[in-house]
Every structure is written in C-alpha cells, then in structure tokens.
C-alpha cells in the first residue's frame, strides 16, 4: 500500500523527495522481510501472496521508478520472491501483462548497458534465481513462452529460453559486459591474454617464472594494463562491477548446466571462457584483502568448473592453452579463507589432469619444482578437522593426479611425481617430512579413526552449508570413505615415504583392512560353496566382494617395495585368505587381486611360511600349526588342473579363459609357487599334488611349442628350474615314463635351453637320475 500510494498514485506525491524516500524504504523492509531464513517458509506459503490480490502492479512501478535504487531494490525483491518454486511461480502467473513476462523483463533489465550494474546485477539475480532447478515432471517449466514466426510452433521452458538467448544476441552481450570489468590501475594480471590463444606461443617458463606466490602474479605490461582501464573509463555507461561480474558467471553456470551440449558450443564460439580467464588475472591478487574479488574468483572456477565437467574431452586443450592450471594452483597455495573456492579450485585441477594429458604434464612439472607450494595445500586439506567435502575434493584430486602420471604420454611425469612425494620440505611447524608421509598420515586416520569416531562426531562439521560442486559425487560418508581408499591406493603405489608412514601405523591400518576380508569370510560360512553358483554375481554379496578386492589392491601396491611393511601385511592377510580360496576361485576380479597381492608379497621368505602355516613362530610345530586347506595346496592343485586341461586339449584357444582360470591369472599363479618353491616347507606341500609331472607332460606337447603361450611355457620352465632344487620333486620326475627323453628336448631346444640345462643339473645331484643322465 505505501509503494502504491507513494508511486502508482499521480500527483506531486510521485515525484517529491517524501515520495521516494518512502518507496525505497518500504521496498527495502519488504526485500529483508522476504529474504530472511526465519520468514522463508512463510513466503512459500499463500500466505503472503494472498494479500497481493494478483495486482503485482506495486511490484511492476518500481521496476520502472526512474531512480535506479529503486528499481534495483525492485528488481532484488523478485529476485527473492524466485528463489522459491512457489514464488517463481506465482511472479509468472502475476506479471503477465509484462512483455516478455519475467523472463524477458529481466533480459532487457541486463542487456541494457546503460542501465547501473546495481540494476543489471539485480536482474541477473532474478534470471539466476528463475534458473537454478531444472524443469522436472513434478516441477515442470510454465515459461518463457516462444512461437515461431513461420511455423508458429509454440517452445516452452528451456528450449524457448535457448532460443530467446540467441534472438536477443545474449552470449556477444554477455561478452562485452564480462570484457568491461573496472578494475582498479594496481590490480594488474598474470599475463596478457594474446600469449596463451594459441599453442604455437606457448613457452616453458625460466626459472624466475616458477614462483607460485602472489606477489608473483605482476608479468603484465603495466602500459597495456593502463591504456586498458583507461579505455574502461572512458565508457562510463559499460562500467561492470565485480558484483555484476560475479553474477553473470553464476548466471551462464545455470544456463550451462541446463543444456550443457548447445550453450557450450555457444561459449566456445564466442569465446567466453577465454575472457573469464583473462579477467581471473585482474581479479587474483585481490582475493586476500577483498570479499568481493573472492566471490569473484569463487563465480569463475564454478563457470570453469561446470564447463570442464560437461566437455572433459576439452579439458586438456584448456590445460594447454591457457594459464588456468598454473592461476589454480596460486590461489590454492594462497590458502584462501573460502572454503568452497577450494573445493571448486581441486575440482577444476582434477578436471584438467583428467585422462594424464597436457595438463597432468604440466601439473607435475609445477609440483615438482614447488612440492612445498603446492602440495602443502592439499595435506592441509586431508586433515581430519576440515569439512568433508574438501577432504573428498583433495582426495580425488590426489587419485586422478597419479592416475594422470601413470597415464601420461611423457614417460619422466611418474619419476619426477614420485620424487615430489618423498622429497623431504618444510611443512607446518618449520619440520622437514615427505609429503607422500603426511598425505598417508591424513588418510589412514580419516579412514580408521574418523570412522570409528562417527557417531560422537562434533555437528559443527556440517555447519559450513555448500551447493554441491557439478561432478563431486559427495553424498555421503561412504562415498567419502571410497576416494580415499582409492587415493591411498594410488599413493602407496608410487610413494615410499607413504609406505614407511603407513608402516609406523599398522597398528590402526591393519585392522582396519583385514575387517573387510573378515565380514567376507562369514558371509561365505553360511553358505554352501559347492552348490551355489555365481557368487559374484549376487546383489547380496556384490559390495563385500568390492571390498575385499579394492583392500587386496592396496596391500598389492604395498608390498610392490621391499620393506619392513611387507612382512607385517603378509602374515596379517595371508592366514586370512586360506579358508577362502575356494571362493575365491569362482570370482575371477578377485582372484586376480589374490593373486597379484600373493606375487607381491611372498618374494619375503617369512611371508612363504604363512602360504601353508596359521602361523609363523619360530619353534613351533609344523603339525600344530599347518592348515587343514593351506593356500599353496589349493594354487597347486588349480594350476595342475590347469595344466591337465592344456595337454589334453590341443584344440582350446588359449587367450580366453580356461576352466576357471584365464591365463593371466595362471601366469600370477605360477608366480607365486615359484617364490614359495624355494623352500623346502614350501616345495614339500607342491610335490604332494604333483605338479611338476604335469607341467613336464605340457611341456613335451605340441601345445607349448605354440607362439601364443611362449609366456607360460617360460614360466613354467623356470619354475622347475627352482622346484628341482628339492630331491622330492627329482623323485616324482624319475618316476614319469620317459622324462630322459623329455629333458634331451628341453636341451636341444634353443628356446628352452638355458632353463632345460639347469633342470638337468638340479636332476643330476640325485645319484640315480645322475647316472640315467650320464648313460642318455
């Protein structure tokens, strides 16, 4: 009522002082009232719309108040309305005698550079509010509405939006407006824009250049920068502030997200995210000392980081063409206080070092040179008292960061990754430590401790309220206990101080990885493994596999290093793995990790022990302590079944899998017995299943002389080699009808030769096989 009164009546009440006082005040009580948490649910009710009367004409006269407060606080205040489905809702039924309805009153509200950035601002508001969900069957879009001249088919909801974008030349306007950011004359960026458009310009930075602080950011031609403000200033009615700016880039994000195929091939046509970088390196240096350059900045990485999770496949030419990774990890290293910003800052890095391209190249070689820069960021990000979703966001940055080295195309990428883990610098509290240690140290307490610790967890954790990024799939504790496992996995993979550290932690790490195989282990008692076929396919037990399979990865990776560590996951997992290896048997992705993890850790002698023991003590018992079903019982008599197969069917193709066992997994196996072969407790439990008898018989036919199994016939060779070191297995070669022949062809061959000679001369130190060998 004052609004109308004030405004909407004629007379000299219109155009005093009294009058626009009053208007702009009443407005303003009215935009906190509508924009406060504890009135919100009363402005999604009818409650308050039902006074309106649907005369939205009050709303409709400040809009077009001819000061430009008013019409922003106007503008501001449908702003507010829209962000709720049920205000948005009830504006478009309201104002539709407005042309254009909403959506195109807000357009030309934007559009309009001589309108004030208070004014655009606002409406970009209105358009981001109107924007933020996409259209659904329960909530679908009632507008805008567009007809088509010729045809006049009638386009509703997104499709007309599209379509009104490019009528009213949206993404040029939005061009120019973003390339009108004011800035002051000191703000200088990091380079200019024409040396990073094409690759052919592109150089590797000096030595003076490897400076990721901020003070850093000042390369740029001081003249050029000046004659640009000035050119700025001179066009006072373009004038864009930092809180326009920002709300724009809010505003494309929306529009991205709502049909990312079509509006990217507009940004890219008018090279909008080239301009967003080049003005990220205006607005840089002032994100310690200026809220609104952080918003900014903040806005930026969340248009980059939408684009980039929509067109992936573009993210490594973006890495090469431009300077975004190298500004991205300044600010991060900046340690700015916003923690979304961080969050989006290592979603957009995960993004560019994606796939191990151009940007995971030059990500390392920054690293590498600066590991306490840039590294210290993203320790102080995995510690366990900062806000989940930062720690997934590091986490996954992390794993794609080393996934992108073992993938990169430059072979010195993993090597100089690996020395910036283990290279000692100075982290916090002037120490000097490895990062891959403190990385390692983070993680096994988030994993172990944090989770044990969930249900006394401070509620505070979940004060800090952040819009979930465009492809973090943080949703809940288990997805952020799935990276980390995996970004442990990764970093005892190309880490040795991450090894040592996890190591000196085995007390928690252990127990922690062998609950996994645990759980398996009684699901698997309650049922009959014999008559139950597919296990791995069952829903029921589909997770636990998982489990299981991703904790032998880890202790794959890290065992893949001699060490102290080696023995203490050996002897914990091993005992474990021996009621299971029927099972196992039947899951090939399990068995595959079985083994890999057997290979890996039984070149340790101690570890061969526990293959057909429950335990290792010096001093005991073999009869106390040997297993009922040992492990290296059930390899062997696997690969002997094996090995009967491939000998009595010459016709089977041999690249496919064969029984149970493919032959990959065969390879792993024969790995394994060949490190457990070497002792004598080891060798005395294959003997029993007669396996080197069998191997002989594979080893004579016409199937092992074929190219396609070369590989496993010079597995197999070797693993005689070794067996034959022991006097039980020289006696069950004698034994075979004809092994003098067999040995004679193992020498003869060229191929077998070197393998076959120390065959015979492990035979010969029999006094009987030595006088048949002297006698052939």
Known sequence: ????????????????????????????????????????????????????????SWLVSLWVYKDSQVTSVGLNLAAALASTPHGAAVLHSGLTQVSGGVWGAALNYLLAHDRSSAER?????????????????????TAPVIADPVTREMSIGVAALLILLVHCKFYSEMLFTLSQLYVVKQTQPLESIE?????????????????????????????????????????????????????????????????????????????????????????????????????????????????????????????????????????LASDPDSIPLQIRMLEVLSGLVYGGGWG????????????????????????????????????????????????????ESLDMLKDA?????????????????????????????????????????????????????????????????????LLLLVSSSAKEASYTQKEILLPFLTSSISDFQEKMNRINIHITPNIGNKKEYKECIENVTNVLDLCTNWVSEDGLWVQAVGQTLVPLLHPLWLPVLKMSSMLKSVLMFLANATV????????????????????????????????????KQQFSQLSSDIHRSHGSIMG???????????????????????????????????????????????????????????????????????FTICKMFGWVEKMNEMVIDTSTQEDGLHIVANMAQGKHASMVLLAS
């Open 121 to 141: 601002t606002a409406s970009a508001m209105l358009l981001i509010n109107l924007s933020q969900e996409k259209p659904s069957e329960t909530r679908p879009w």
């Open 604 to 639: 340790v002698k101690q570890v061969c022990v526990y293959m057909t023991r429950t335990t290792g003590l010096p001093g005991v018992p073999l009869s106390n302590t040997r297993t009922g079903r040992p492990l290296l019982a059930g390899i062997s008599a696997a690969v």
């Open 360 to 411: 995971a190249a030059y990500a390392i070689e920054w690293i590498a040179v600066s590991s306490s820069t840039t590294l210290t960021p993203l320790v102080q990000a995995l510690h366990p008292g900062v806000h989940k979703q930062l720690q997934y966001a590091a986490a996954k940055f992390l794993a794609t960061l080393i996934v992108g080295a073992i993938k990169s195309k430059h072979e």
């Open 421 to 489: 883990f283990d290279t000692e610098v100075l982290s916090i509290g002037n120490k000097l430590s490895a990062p891959g240690c403190n990385l390692s140290h983070h993680i096994i307490h988030l994993l172990c401790i944090s989770n044990e610790d969930k249900e006394n967890s401070n509620p505070k954790d979940n004060i800090v309220v952040i819009k979930p990024t465009i492809y973090n799939n943080f949703k809940s504790n288990s997805d952020l206990n799935k990276i980390l496992h995996q970004s442990l996995k």
């Open 1 to 56: 009522r004052l609004v109308s009164h004030f405004h909407s009546a004629r007379g000299l009440a219109h155009n005093s002082f009294m009058g626009r006082r009053v208007t702009l005040q009443a407005a303003l009580v009215l935009l906190h009232f509508v924009s406060h948490k504890s009135t919100k649910t009363f402005c999604e009710s009818d409650s308050l719309f039902d006074d309106f009367n649907d005369d939205w």
């Open 660 to 730: 149970e066992i493919s032959i990959e997994n065969l390879l792993l196996a024969l790995s394994v017995i060949t490190n457990c072969s070497r002792f004598h407790e080891c060798a005395t439990v294959i003997s029993k299943h007669e396996l080197a008898g069998e191997m002989m018989k594979w080893l004579s036919s016409k199937v092992s002389k074929q190219v396609k199994v070369s590989t496993l016939r010079e597995s197999s060779l070797k693993l005689l080699a070794v067996l034959t070191i022991h006097q039980e297995v020289c």
């Open 195 to 331: 040396n990073i458009t094409s690759f052919d310009d592109i150089s590797q930075p000096t030595k003076e250049d490897w400076d990721l602080s901020i003070s850093a950011l000042s390369s740029f031609n001081i003249n050029s920068c000046v004659s640009e403000s000035s050119s700025q200033e001179s066009r006072a009615d373009s004038v864009v502030s930092l809180q326009l700016f920002s709300s724009i880039l809010q505003l494309l994000t929306n529009i991205l997200l709502l049909s990312p195929k079509e509006v990217i091939l507009q940004m890219n046509e008018h090279k909008i995210i080239d301009m967003v970088i080049k003005q990220l390196r205006y607005v840089i240096v002032g994100i310690k000392s200026s809220q609104s350059h952080l918003c900014a900045v903040e806005s930026i990485f969340a248009l980059i980081e939408a684009y980039i999770s929509q067109n992936i496949e573009e993210a490594p030419i973006l890495a090469r063409d431009s300077s975004i990774l190298h500004m991205s990890l300044v600010i």
